[in-house]
């Protein structure tokens, strides 16, 4: 824990970091062997107190009185956040209030088949560079700030003075070198485009380190970092320890992270990374968790409102405006490198045109929450409308989970169906169930508020 973090914050300041294995303590021998043949070697020099001691004393010996011992410079003494004040707000912000994900390592040289580095995580890289998109995908229209920290070097490796350790290595064999194709990040991430904000600067294990993410961060207010990449005891552990110091709430991802073997991965996810990180879940998790957080928030800000509302009786119940019916999607009709977000625009026109009116509600046995009508509201609409389908209410939630199916099978070609039920159909279930829940308290609320008979 301590002693890991500490030497990694060294050779992030310029320091030669030497590990002494026969003077720390792990907490079994199985962690104490695996730090001092895995872990200390990526950026420190593993010795013993006998031979740092006889080193010293070589040291001393050679030098001559008119020389002068090199003292290395000291370490900045300001972060670039106030470590004091984010804890405190962080502290005070609701869970996922605002979420960062921060992307590490995808790159050619990790996860392309000729990447140079590519037999470092070949293991798993594959597996997490899908579950990650998928994540992405989901993610997508949401506020969550997708951050990008690609690791680039120039051509000569002049940032890298005397390097040890994976970073030897990388200059070594020639990896991350800037204008080449192995630097550049995957596929995929680039095809995210101005969706995905690039935070360049990165030249060792930390993506605090050297680069901009830290004031990224704090300017969007972020209060949750989720952590995903490679390589997990590398820099995805670097910059989760780093984060947490600053005092955001860490999340980090174990179906979405590389490890250099499956025994580390394993090690990592269920004896280091529950040391400092908040949660250590999957993709698909963390991503519900993000949009329950949501709902919650907007519950919570619709409280509010109405109890702001003036008093004086019931609430008047105003009707609900109708809402566009559902465009007919097919593939010859959408523009190239449309496929991937297509779903999301269908989403999109569904949306009302206005933002609803506080505390407007809809009866609660409307037949958008009434299984038993839902089922024949269904069937009766795709009689009377064989190619369009309108929803009854003026909000998403409210649509008729049964009739959209209806409509996706009817107008999408069977290759998207999977995607569409993934971020459609899953999505309006729970979104319905939260707004059933919304609406009864809205409802129990303007009942008490009615004026009593004299």
Known sequence: VCIDSTGRAAHERGFRVHQLSDCTCGRTVFEQQHYTQEIFPIYADV????????????????????????????????????????????????????????????????FSPTGVLRSVVEASCERVLSKTMDMLHQLFRTDVLLVATPIIFTPSYSELIQPSGILKVIKDVGAFQAGTQGAELVQQLADLGGRLKVVPGKRGLNAFAGTDLGS??????????????AVTSVCIDSTGRAAHERGFRVHILEDCTCG???????????????????????GRKIVDEIMAAKLSARAEDGDKRCDERPSGGAAKIQDQPASPKLPEVSRASRPAGAD???IEAAITSLEPSEEPQPCQKTPVHSPAFDVGRRQESSSKAEADHPQQLSPSDGDVSTLDVGAVTSWMRRNVDRGLQEEISVQIQHSLIDRAAAMQHRLSQLERRAASRRPTAA
């Not at 804890?87 to 979420?99: L, M, N, P």
């Not at 090690?267 to 529950?274: A, N, R, T």
């Open 216 to 229: 990224v961060l704090k300017d969007a207010g972020i209060t949750d970092v989720v952590l995903c990449g």
């Open 340 to 342: 991937r977000f297509s």
């Open 260 to 282: 250099r073997t499956e025994l580390e991965q394993q090690h990592y996810v269920s004896e280091v990374f529950p040391l400092y990180a908040s949660s250590v879940t999957t």
């Open 47 to 110: 010795c013993t107190a006998g031979e740092i001691t006889n080193r010293i004393l070589d040291v001393e010996r050679r030098k001559q009185p008119h020389m002068q011992v090199y003292c290395p410079p000291s370490p900045q003494a300001s972060l670039d956040v106030n470590i004091k004040a984010s804890k405190a707000w962080s502290c005070k912000q609701d869970r996922f209030a605002r979420t960062a994900v921060i992307l590490i390592g995808y790159q050619n040289d990790y």
